[in-house]
């Protein structure tokens, strides 16, 4: 597929449902942390693995150790939600969510998977209600790793032109943040396409 394919326009658009997406979860994370947090303007791109590379060290230091959280969706719509969270946010959330000044590293890890489904769950279901569609979740899965190896040999191999959705999610008060990237692969595109032409023909009928 060629990249005029997917116009300014749509990108217009599914930058302004992923807005309405990403509040939604600003104020579901809010709730559970019961602090003010923001969610910075997503950034939207369609490129390649090295393009998708180059914005990762743009944005994560290559060498400091990340908790990376990967959860998989499918349907109609299909690709890969990625959050990734240093050590020390990671560690105020374990404190945080579990009320303990030392939380274990098992605390640590449940925390970081709970704020990563709630985060998932209500950023792709929101948008996916807004285009009349569902997808799937697959389990996620978390590693800590460095920077340098959040994108594994299986995800070059599993996307070559792919749009990007990135952001970043600040909770100042708690000194909790995090990176996301949506992932939709190369055939969603395509259906990511016409099911935006479906809604502006719903929205000027």
Do not use: W
């Amino acid at each position: 597929m060629k990249i005029e394919e997917f116009s300014s326009d749509h990108l217009d658009v599914l930058k302004e449902l992923m807005n309405i997406a990403m509040g939604n979860a600003t104020a579901s994370i809010a709730d559970l942390l019961q602090a003010f947090g923001t969610m910075h303007i997503p950034h939207l791109t369609i490129t390649d693995m090295d393009g998708l590379k180059s914005q990762i060290n743009h944005t994560i230091s290559a060498d400091e150790k990340y908790y990376v959280t990967k959860q998989l969706f499918g349907g109609i719509i299909g690709g890969e939600f990625i959050f990734v969270m240093t050590d020390e946010s990671a560690a105020n959330l374990g404190h945080y969510l579990y009320d303990v000044s030392q939380p274990s590293d098992a605390d640590i890890m449940d925390a970081v998977i709970e704020l990563t489904n709630i985060l998932s769950s209500t950023i792709i279901s929101r948008l996916t209600e807004e285009l009349n569609t569902k997808v799937q979740f697959f389990a996620p899965s978390t590693q800590i790793i460095s920077g340098n190896h959040i994108i594994g040999q299986d995800e070059t191999l599993n996307y070559h032109k792919i749009i990007i959705v990135s952001t970043e999610m600040e909770f100042q008060s708690h000194k909790i943040s995090g990176y996301i990237f949506i992932l939709a692969r190369d055939e969603t595109i395509t259906r990511l396409r016409e099911l935006i032409d479906q809604k502006l023909e719903e929205l000027y009928a």
